[in-house]
């Protein structure tokens, strides 16, 4: 199986990788000591000068970068480059409350387009193949990748962006689309559609890459029978880059992460100790190849474990397993990042006592979300129609928060269930993270 | 001349009234009307009580979320079309009826209604004009008694 987009860097040796790794580190410390005042004065208060930075042992001597640092640094503070040199600006899904940028210069944009043009190779993808790319188009990073690596393999674009399933199948089928990139929600959704109206004879589809979202192998399978296709993860992060920061090959087994541009550990999330490759953990990311926006050591709160087995594909990169859970309450629904906190902002907003439990379930592949609140003298009223518009303003300040609708059911005092006096906040129905 | 009504949010679920009448019998407090009004998942409860205050306190110390409504309670005539009479003369004056419901009393062998209204005030002078008897919330205990 030796489909490769570029071949001699998917298949160094590790003395190579290492040696890139070594030399990206370096420089990108003395960068980012010399433009980031920002990371300079964590790097400070660590003690630490890019003197002491003289390989990769010494990774771990850096501090670690969060979502936090991000938003605390918004919208410049981590930029390692002057705007004049950035050409794109991405950000984080859906949320308004907690938003983060990030920047590309020209190159940072080719480095991430190459990211996803290796993926679509590893899925079969040619230059001869249609790439349907239903993700979504905007800030957020799907569209924009899948659409980029697909240019750069030349192969033929079909920008769809999300929603108007008639439209998407009607080009699906008139224009012959081999590649289907999309969340693996939306692909279920999309599958069940062309079943339903009898076409999936005239279905060319041979592959699909489907990130954005947790998914299990069970829905892969479901996927891969119903469209009759291949059925690739994806994985990445809009700080890092965007989706290709790790891709599967044939194998099926694991995501390689692109790692002559990306170090990654994994670490105790408690502790921050890094743990041996093999151990399960928390993924860190060093994007030490990029020029506007380089994190060093930027914690994404995935629990994963990394295999270097050899895979039979031939790649060399390091193999992450999909996320087994978070390490953080950060929750995924619909493909879009969803914290707890921002339905507390949204009650307290409104002059209401934050109690609330929210409830995500996944129905025929498609993710809903319901919240809980418990109603409060505020928020009542002898008029029914009063608690209904109170209701739905919070239906309404719910939707421009999360950037997803969600149900909104209100219910008596102290129903929330508590577990040792503090209620429980999420209660994730979806299994995500057992297949 | 008004009542004083409790307004209770009580959920749409298997149990939630049986649990609040519950609540009500273990503190010995009489509901002397009652009317449930819902939408899917929760409901408003309305009650009349003897003792409002009491009943409130006791309410809130057992989480429930209430509120005290004003609603004016009249007496109604036995005889057919009084209350059209009543309703239509509340209508010509542009008030408007929120909601409504009846009970009785065996003491003094009447009907009554409990009516709530947007414009409490025109509406007591439309109903006074009629000669339509109000009840205070004083008079309750006459009505219901022990
Ligand atoms: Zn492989």
Redesign the pocket.
């Known amino acids: 199986m030796g489909n490769y987009f570029s071949p001699e860097r998917e298949t160094a040796s590790l003395e190579q990788i290492r040696a890139w790794q070594t030399e990206g580190l370096i420089k990108a410390v003395n960068k980012v000591w010399n433009n980031v005042p920002y990371y300079r004065r964590k790097m400070e208060m660590a003690g630490v000068t890019p003197d002491d930075i003289k390989g990769l042992n010494d990774l771990k001597k850096l501090p670690f970068l969060t979502k936090d640092d991000l938003r605390e640094a918004y919208p410049y503070g981590l930029m390692a480059e002057p705007l004049e040199k950035c050409v794109r600006i991405q950000s984080t899904s859906g949320t308004t409350g907690r938003r983060v940028v990030a920047f590309y210069t020209q190159n940072d944009v080719d480095l991430w387009e190459e990211c996803c043009a290796r993926a679509l190779v590893?899925a079969g993808a040619t230059k001869d193949d249609v790439v349907h790319v239903a993700y979504g188009y905007g800030l957020f990073t799907g569209g924009a990748g899948l659409h980029g690596g697909s240019h750069r393999l030349g192969s033929m674009t079909l920008p769809m962006s999300s929603g108007n399933t008639d439209r998407q199948i009607q080009f699906m089928t008139d224009l012959g689309s081999t590649i289907l990139c999309c969340t693996p929600s939306y692909a279920a959704y999309l599958a069940e559609s062309i079943h339903e109206r009898g076409l999936i004879d005239k279905i060319r589809l041979k592959a699909g890459i489907f990130g954005a979202e947790a998914w299990t192998e069970e829905m892969r399978h479901d996927i891969e029978q119903a469209l009759h296709i291949k059925a690739y993860d994806i994985y990445g992060l809009t700080e890092i880059s965007g989706p290709g920061v790790a891709f599967?090959?044939?194998?099926q087994?694991?995501m390689?992460i692109n790692e002559d541009y990306f170090i990654v550990e994994v670490i105790d999330p408690k502790t921050g100790e890094v743990l041996p490759e093999g151990a399960k953990g928390e993924l860190v990311f060093t994007s030490f190849s990029k020029e506007a926006f380089p994190l060093l050591r930027y914690r994404t709160k995935d629990i994963c474990i990394l295999s270097r087995e050899k895979?039979?594909?031939?790649?060399t990169f390091v193999?992450m397993s999909k996320p087994l859970g978070r390490s953080d309450d950060m929750l995924i629904i619909k493909g879009v990042n969803v914290f707890p906190s921002q339905i507390e902002t949204v009650l307290l907003n409104n002059g209401y006592a934050a109690n609330y439990q929210i409830i995500v379930d996944r129905q025929k592949h498609s993710d809903s979300i319901e919240v809980l609140v418990e109603m409060t003298p505020e928020m009542f009223s002898d008029e029914m129609s009063e608690i209904k518009a109170r209701e739905k303003k919070l239906v309404g300040d719910l939707k421009s928060m999360l950037g997803i609708y969600a149900v909104v059911r209100l219910v008596e005092p102290k129903s929330i269930v508590r577990s040792e006096g503090k209620a429980v906040r999420v209660i994730d129905k979806r299994n995500l993270y057992k297949g | 001349m008004t009542t004083k009504q409790i307004s209770v949010f009580l959920e749409n679920k298997p149990g939630s009234l049986a649990a609040f009448c519950k609540v009500l019998e273990k503190h010995n407090i009489d509901m002397r009307a009652m009317c449930l009004a819902d939408a899917m998942d929760f409901g408003i409860l309305r009650i009349i009580v003897d003792d409002t205050f009491t009943t409130m306190t006791t309410l809130k110390d057992e989480g429930y979320v209430c509120q005290i409504t004003k609603v004016l309670t009249i007496e109604i005539e036995d005889k057919p079309g009084a209350l059209v009479g009543l309703l239509t003369a509340l209508g010509d004056e542009n008030v408007n009826l929120e909601y409504s419901y009846a009970f009785l009393s065996r003491k003094a062998d009447k009907a009554y209604m409990i009516l709530k209204l947007d414009n409490m005030a025109k509406a007591k002078e439309v109903l006074l004009k009629l000669g339509t008897r109000i009840v205070c919330q004083d008079e309750m205990e006459q009505i219901f008694g022990d």
Do not use: M
């Open positions: 590893a599967e090959c044939q194998a087994a694991g390689h895979c039979s594909c031939g790649r193999r």
